[in-house]
Structure formats: structure tokens, C-alpha cells
């Protein structure tokens, strides 16, 4: 049953199943068994991440990251990143995992920060891609579905800290986030 705040359906749940195992099969592909450091973003990137490690195979450690655009005493637009792996992260091929990619800020800040931290390699997997709104180029090797530049909800997307639970990719309806009731 699809939410009634939702205007339609740009991914089904069978269709975002079907994506993340095509993409775990190209990630076990390209690693050849050796074993990665999976690292989600919170909190969006929660039900991407897990699905995507459940179809991997081969050994497989994961942790989380935490960036914040806006935070006490910063400025907007200051990213802080707050790793929460308890797992060493030096030496070890580590596959960044995140919801959705827009301006691209944020993940390029996040790529900077665990660079810092030297892994032996660095790679990404992006559910989302919202190409029109990129304003800083950021490598991709592993993209589930490219999106219009739409408000999307669902499969871990929020507005407002709700919708994460629906099992779809939704476009909200306009007049929930413009207020209109």
C-alpha cells in the first residue's frame, strides 16, 4: 500500500531488491574475496547498507559514519564527520555506502575524512544518484539508479525523520513539505 503522502512510486520495493543484488554481485566481482570494510551513512544509508552486505559474499566488517551539515557553533555548510567504526579502518579496502547523492558536498567531505585515515582502498556505492543537482564531482563506482531532481522518500529517505520504513522510493507530495497540508 503506497502512503497517502506520497505523490507515486519512482522505485518499488522488487525493483530496489533487484538493483542492490546486481550491485553486490559487481562489488564481490571487482574484490575477488578479499574482505571490506562496509561504512554506512547515518542514518539514511541504514537500509541500503543492510540489504547490500546481507547479498555480499566473502568476509565482510561494517561500521557507520555520521556527517552533519549544520551542527552547534558551525556555520551551514561546514561538514563535520563522526566515524563510529569501533574497527580500524588504515589498511583495509573500505567501501563507502550512502543513500543518495545530490550536490555532491558531502560525500566528497566524507571521501577527504576517510582518506585521512588511510585505507588501502576507497570505493563507494550509492543507491541514489541526483546528477542534476551535482555541484562537486565525486567518484561513484557503484550506482543503483540515476533520479530526478524530485523529493524522495522511503527505503531509508526521510522528511521530517519520517518515511524511512516505506520499502519504496516515493516522490512527497508538495504540499506535505511546502505545508499545505
Do not use: C, Q, W
Request: charged share 30%; no cysteine; aromatic share 6%.
Amino acid at each position: 500500500m503506497v502512503d497517502p503522502d506520497i505523490d507515486h512510486v519512482l522505485l518499488s520495493a522488487g525493483e530496489i531488491e533487484a538493483r542492490v543484488a546486481a550491485m553486490a554481485r559487481d562489488i564481490d566481482r571487482r574484490r575477488e574475496g578479499a574482505e571490506i570494510t562496509a561504512v554506512g551513512v547515518l542514518t539514511g544509508g541504514f537500509v541500503f547498507l543492510a540489504d547490500l552486505v546481507r547479498r555480499l559474499r566473502g568476509p565482510v566488517r561494517v561500521g557507520f559514519v555520521r556527517a552533519a551539515s549544520y551542527g552547534e557553533g558551525t556555520r551551514p555548510g561546514e561538514l563535520t564527520v563522526e566515524i563510529l567504526t569501533d574497527r580500524e579502518i588504515e589498511g583495509r579496502d573500505v567501501l563507502l555506502v550512502e543513500d543518495i547523492v545530490d550536490t555532491g558536498r558531502s560525500l566528497a567531505g566524507l571521501l577527504r575524512t576517510l582518506a585521512g585515515h588511510r585505507p588501502r582502498s576507497l570505493r563507494t556505492a550509492v543507491l541514489l544518484d541526483k546528477k542534476a543537482r551535482r555541484e562537486v564531482e565525486v567518484p561513484l563506482d557503484h550506482v543503483g539508479f540515476p533520479v530526478p531532481d524530485e523529493f524522495l522518500v522511503g527505503y531509508g529517505l526521510d522528511y521530517a525523520g519520517r518515511y524511512r520504513n516505506l520499502p519504496y522510493v516515493g516522490v512527497l507530495r508538495r504540499s506535505v513539505y511546502e505545508g499545505g497540508g
